[in-house]
DNA sequence: ATTATTTTATTGATATGTCAATTTTTGATT
DNA sequence: AATCAAAAATTGACATATCAATAAAATAAT
């Protein structure tokens, strides 16, 4: 077989589950009780405060029924609340408690010092192109 | 925030999120039943004869757990058979099965269109500095 | 040979991804 | 207003990812 390590769709596969095991594994060992993606929907929520659930999983490029079951562990962990909203009674207001802003606040060092880490050795250059190329492949595959 | 967009590991995510959802629509398109994953270790399986749970984990970028369930599902599509190895009772021999061996066969093709499609408009030469910036993700984030 | 260590694989628990079907509510059509 | 279609979210079913704990067998150390 063509060795996978020669094939681009295995490495970026790889690539990023080797980056998402390294970001974990510093959450855990900082005694951070959250996830990366839990992070990452808090943090798009408080940059987006009143947005439904359905653009916060386009802005996390997130599954939509992976959003409702992320969203219900946040609330478990007392990161976010949820009410129905009067307005529209399909969805519900999401507001991050100040726990959740809290445990956001305390991780983001971490979260900056992991990228960097990610990215030692390559240029700024070599990651727009990684950019560059990355969206073409979004592209191609979406219909 | 950073704009996600600008940030390399979400767009890297989505990249082979995406990815991995069109080559799975185009296997149920055209009547294939087998998951992206499920090929790949029968792929693997098939060029690496005799091979460990562990080497095939390893070569096929898989968890070791999965892997452990990837070959239960495929034992029960009978794609793949096993049996205890007399030589070291810890292991199993594993063998594709002609089921196995002919879905290969009928897939391959799709599997090289969907490749292609996948990276039209890119060149080989942005292809080869994604995969070396890739491994230099992949390095910079192991122990 | 017995014990201790290592290796290989499995399993349980939890989180996420994906699709398809469904529910609830809203908005549009007639 | 009654009906119909669209939108938002949930749920069920299944596959995979991850970690931790465990089981079973092989190998090393004493």
Redesign the interface.
């Known amino acids: 077989?063509e060795r996978?390590e020669?094939?681009?769709?295995?490495?970026?596969?790889?690539?990023?589950?080797?980056?998402r095991?390294?970001s974990q594994k510093k959450l855990r060992e900082n005694g951070f009780k959250i996830t990366v993606d839990q992070w990452?929907v808090i943090?798009?929520l408080?940059?987006n405060p009143g947005i439904s659930q359905l653009s916060l999983a386009e802005?996390?490029?997130k599954d939509n029924a992976s959003i409702t079951r992320i969203i219900e562990l946040l609330v478990k962990s007392k990161y976010l609340d949820r009410k129905v909203n009067p307005k529209d009674r399909r969805t519900s207001i999401l507001k991050v408690t100040p726990d959740g802003e809290e445990i956001i606040n305390k991780v983001q060092g971490l979260v900056l010092q992991n990228?960097k880490?990610?990215?030692?050795?390559?240029t700024i250059e070599?990651?727009e192109?990684?950019?560059?190329?990355?969206?073409?492949?979004?592209k191609?595959?979406?219909p």
């Open positions: 077989m996978l020669t094939i681009n769709f295995y490495l970026l596969d790889k690539a990023i589950r080797t980056y095991v390294y990452l943090k798009v408080m940059e802005k996390a490029f990228r880490v990610a990215q030692t050795g390559i070599e990651l192109n990684l950019n560059i190329t990355l969206k073409k492949i979004i191609n595959c979406q």
